[in-house]
């Protein structure tokens, strides 16, 4: 199975700030890498596939880059509404596997 | 506008089954591959099962392999996930997602998920 590890675990952060997040896979995964938001009690929602293409509606502030085995996603000026849980997954092959989240708190 | 709501949660005891429903609208429910993720308490999010558009496919984690089954009602439009044998440790919140494309890729709506509790 394909391991997803995310740095760091947790963050806290400003309104206005600028945030990366990494995700690293256990080998090369070409760019089949792809963005989760949940916020506490709600379901996921996707924001990047590809690992740089946004899914539709998702504000341009988020972005993600990488190929190969290592990831970012960016949020250019942090909002209120963006506190909340991100998650990659790799699709390059099943099981699907899904980092194991990092916690973005208010600083 | 997308829509998929589960259904079949509940409290059951080690050893027992259920079976989860989901209800797909705003899509064409029979072209796209449709999964299970669940995300046990204060946990992180773990793939389960996928079914192809067709039903003819399944994929299944581990972890599940040989206790859970899933399928599909095209004519219905509803993902189903049969769970036996149910072990503590399959104590979460279960959502059904639709994927993207016809086989397992990335998840692009999520329902808002259904609590399975395994406990004595």
């Not at chain 1, 250019?76 to 990092?102: I, K, R, V, W």
């Not at chain 2, 769970?83 to 993207?100: G, I, P, Q, W």
Request: aromatic content about 12%; overall charge neutral.
């Amino acid at each position: 199975d394909i391991q997803m590890t995310q740095s760091p675990s947790s963050l806290s952060a400003s309104v206005g700030d600028r945030v990366t997040i990494t995700c690293r896979a256990s080998q090369s995964i070409s760019s089949r890498l792809n963005w989760y938001q949940q916020r506490p009690g709600k379901a996921p929602k996707l924001l990047i596939y590809g690992a740089s293409s946004l899914h539709g509606g998702v504000p341009s502030r988020f972005s993600g880059s990488g190929s190969g085995a290592d990831f970012t996603l960016t949020i250019s000026s942090l909002q209120p509404e963006d506190f909340a849980t991100y998650y990659c997954q790799q699709n390059y092959g099943t099981p699907l596997t899904f980092g194991q989240g990092t916690r973005l708190e208010i600083k | 506008e997308v829509q998929l709501l589960e259904s079949g949660g509940g409290l059951v005891q080690p050893g027992g089954s259920l079976r989860l429903s989901c209800v797909a609208s705003g899509f064409t429910f029979r072209t796209y591959a449709m999964g299970w993720v669940r995300q046990a308490p204060g946990k992180g999010l773990e793939w389960v099962s996928e079914v192809s558009p067709d039903g003819g496919s399944t994929y299944d984690a581990d972890s599940v392999k040989g206790r859970f089954t899933i399928s599909r009602d095209n004519s219905k439009n509803t993902l189903f996930l049969q769970m036996n044998s149910l072990r503590a440790e399959d104590t979460a919140v279960y959502f059904c997602a639709k994927d993207s494309s016809t086989w397992p890729d990335f998840f692009d709506y999520w329902g808002q998920g259904t609590l399975v509790a395994v406990s004595s």
